[in-house]
Every structure is written in C-alpha cells, then in structure tokens.
C-alpha cells in the first residue's frame, strides 16, 4: 500500500514562501506525484504534478510562475515550493500519486494533508 506523509504546512504571511514535503512509502516508484489543495468551502483543485524522471511539471495556472514542484526519488520525496502567497492560496494541500509515471495521469493515491494558513 502507497503511504504519503506531507509536512511543512504552517501559518504564513501573505507574500511568504513556504515550501510543502510529501514522503513516500510503499509500491509508488515509476509513478507520477503531485498536489492537490482545498480550501473550506471549495472543491478540491489540481496545484501542481510532476513525473517519475523529474523532466516534466504541470502547474495550475492559478499558482503559474508562484510554485514549482521537484522530486527527489533517492528521498522518496516530493516538493511543492511556494512563493508569494496570496491568501486565496490558503487550503489544506494533498500530497498525490499517479496511476502512471506521467505528469499528466490520474491520481490514484491520496495523502491526509498538510494545512497552510496565509494571514493578510
């Protein structure tokens, strides 16, 4: 069974950076990761993915040029670094994997989430 464990959520000032860690455990090796975000009130939101190799990112063009998402498979981690937070950027983010290696496949496994609070 995959098992993810983000880390990193905290209360931050808008216009901070924080940066979000998902490790994993279990068969996800080959696969895609990513992050997903929720905040109260809305439907969860695709942020960021990004495939096995590392090479190739997708990133939601409401946080395009703000986040980047990188790997390290000797850690078994996955990144989400954020900058110039908004308060719209507040949510609990989920840490994912994907079905396939590709940045672009479905999610398939879910982490519990980590909380960012961006205060104004």
């Known amino acids: 069974q995959v098992q993810l464990l983000e880390s990193g959520g905290r209360v931050v000032q808008a216009g901070g950076s924080l940066r979000l860690s998902c490790a994993a455990s279990?068969?996800?090796?080959?696969?895609?990761m990513g992050w997903f975000r929720q905040a109260p009130g809305k439907e969860r939101e695709f942020v960021a993915a990004v495939d096995w190799s590392g090479s190739t990112t997708r990133i939601a063009d409401s946080v395009k040029g703000r986040f980047t998402i990188s790997r390290d498979n000797a850690k078994n981690t996955v990144y989400l670094q954020m900058h110039s937070l908004k308060p719209d950027d507040a949510a609990v983010y989920y840490c994912?994997?994907?079905?396939?290696?590709?940045?672009?496949?479905?999610?398939?496994?879910w982490g519990q989430g980590t909380q960012v609070t961006v205060s104004s």
């Open positions: 279990g068969p996800y090796r080959g696969n895609a």
């Open positions: 994912v994997v994907g079905s396939g290696n590709s940045a672009y496949s479905s999610f398939k496994y």
